[in-house]
């Protein structure tokens, strides 16, 4: 069992993650799958975010046999996807399902160092997992074939719990209470208008001035005759 740290991304102060605070953990069990077929998966291991605000989390990960490296080995070696199913787990019993992929060849030649972005909403619910993969070991590229068990040791992962940005909210109370006492002082009168006279009936002046201009337009010689 390994110590994590637990990066903290506030985008807005608030007193959202309350859910975590309050009731005290989180727990995301990790299965992936070692081959092209979508429908299986095995056991990896458990993340437990114990508390937001100490920043820790416990990481139970399986070591990988001979034959599981060999799999992803495979995947990075055909160009194809490895897949994470990452199933939440809250306190109160609660479950919620999200799935993950990224280049095998990537996961590979990071030697297994990865990152998984937990995303929380206003009321400390997980909306989003996404697994990413940092590092990579020097000559090892995508399509190259040159990946070997032993560049594969153990998953090494951290956490990074993604805070939902809160936009800001309108003040629609006031401005209904605006435009009622406005609607009521016009019913009373009260209201004046301090346009100026073009201001007020700039509708009606500007088609007489565009009609002047056409009928001298059309008969240029009207001002000259006698």
């Known amino acids: 069992m390994q110590k994590l740290t637990v990066f903290l991304i506030f985008t807005v102060v608030s007193s959202s993650l309350a859910y975590l605070d309050s009731d ?8 992936h799958a070692l081959s092209s077929d979508p429908s299986k998966f095995s056991f990896r291991g458990n993340i437990t975010v114990s508390s937001l605000t100490n920043g820790l989390a416990n990481d139970d990960q399986n070591t990988l046999t001979a034959e599981e490296k060999q799999s992803i080995i495979k995947l990075a070696e055909n160009n194809d996807f490895y897949r994470v199913r990452a199933t939440v787990s809250y306190s109160d019993g ?21 990152v998984f972005w937990v995303s929380v909403d206003s009321n400390g619910f997980v909306t989003a997992i996404t697994e990413t993969v940092v590092g990579q070991l020097p000559g090892k590229i995508c399509g190259s074939g040159e990946f070997q068990p ?14 939902m940005e809160l936009g800001p909210i309108p003040d629609t109370a006031s401005f209904i209470q605006k435009v009622e006492r406005e609607k009521e002082a016009r019913d009373k009168g009260e209201v004046k208008d301090n346009r100026s006279f073009f201001a007020k009936y700039w509708m009606y002046i500007v088609p007489v001035v565009v009609l002047v201009m056409i009928s001298g337009a059309t008969n240029p010689e009207a001002g000259g005759a006698k």
Request: aromatic letters at 6%; glycine letters at 2%; charged letters at 20%.
């Open 24 to 31: 005290g953990w989180l727990n995301i069990e990790l299965h």
């Open 94 to 114: 609660s479950k919620n399902t999200f799935l993950t992929s990224t280049k095998a060849c990537t996961l590979v030649s990071s030697q297994l160092t990865d």
């Open 150 to 163: 032993s560049d594969l040791v153990e998953f090494t992962s951290d956490v990074l719990i993604r805070q």
